[in-house]
């Protein structure tokens, strides 16, 4: 079964420092991987996603994404923080093999921006 | 193009009462999920719905819990009897197909607190 690992529950940065939010992955057949942030009192929205193609992801708000499957890692960056970055992220990750298999998510890393 | 609808946002019962809680998903979205989100953890599958049929419900306590969506569109889940360790937020999502690599779009949640 896969599972993803995220490291450090709550990270804090200054406003305008590089965000790094870790996230490593466990799955034996090739993984889709997901990264979604979370408001507060909302829903979860999608940042970006693998499925396959290009290994470096770009998603929405400046984030982006590298998948490393020899490190099986999908690390999540922004190059300056903002204040409205800040939030809670999640990592998540399904699998293509047998179908449609249900995404897993990570237990979620805290972001915090400091002006 | 409205979100994912859920309600209510908020209920505050007493345990051993029943609780439903209501979802409709994004219009033409044949997919649709619940989840359960305790505090400071990712979300939880609970159960798939690919159009009116439950293709995943093996994380579902069946014992107290039931969903349906019986024509396919909106869905109800219920809890009877609600106990306290039930207090947590249910998030509904819904996705086009049912492919692993697809965005899945999530509703609000209902945060729920049993007393």
């Known amino acids: 079964a896969q599972s993803v690992t995220q490291l450090g529950s709550h990270v804090s940065v200054s406003e305008g420092a590089l965000v790094l939010l870790r996230c490593n992955y466990s799955?034996?057949?090739?993984?889709?991987l997901f990264w979604y942030v979370q408001y507060p009192n909302q829903g979860l929205q999608l940042l970006l996603k693998?499925?396959?193609?290009?290994?470096l992801v770009k998603g929405i708000n400046g984030f982006e994404a590298e998948f490393k499957k020899s490190e099986t890692s999908f690390h999540l960056t922004k190059p300056s923080a903002h204040m409205s970055d800040a939030a809670e992220y999640f990592c998540a990750v399904s699998v293509a093999f047998l179908g449609n298999t249900p995404l897993v998510f990570g237990k979620g890393t805290r972001l915090s921006v400091i002006a | 193009e409205a979100g994912v609808v859920q309600s209510p946002r908020y209920k505050i019962i007493e345990k051993k009462q029943p609780v439903a809680f209501w979802c409709n998903p994004i219009?033409?979205?044949?997919?649709l999920y619940w989840y359960l989100q305790n505090l400071g953890q990712g979300p939880e599958l609970l159960i798939r719905?690919?159009?009116?049929?439950?293709?995943?419900d093996s994380q579902l306590p069946k014992d107290r819990f039931s969903a349906e969506r019986l024509k396919g569109v909106d869905s109800t889940l219920k809890i009877q009897p609600a106990e306290l360790g039930d207090s947590a937020v249910y998030l509904c999502?819904?996705?086009?197909?049912?492919?692993?690599?697809?965005?899945?779009?999530f509703g609000p949640g209902t945060r729920l607190l049993v007393l």
């Open positions: 719905y690919e159009n009116e049929e439950a293709v995943d």
């Open positions: 693998y499925t396959s193609a290009a290994t």
């Open positions: 799955s034996s057949v090739p993984p889709y």
């Open positions: 219009s033409g979205h044949n997919t």
């Open positions: 999502a819904s996705s086009p197909g049912r492919s692993s690599a697809e965005t899945q779009y």
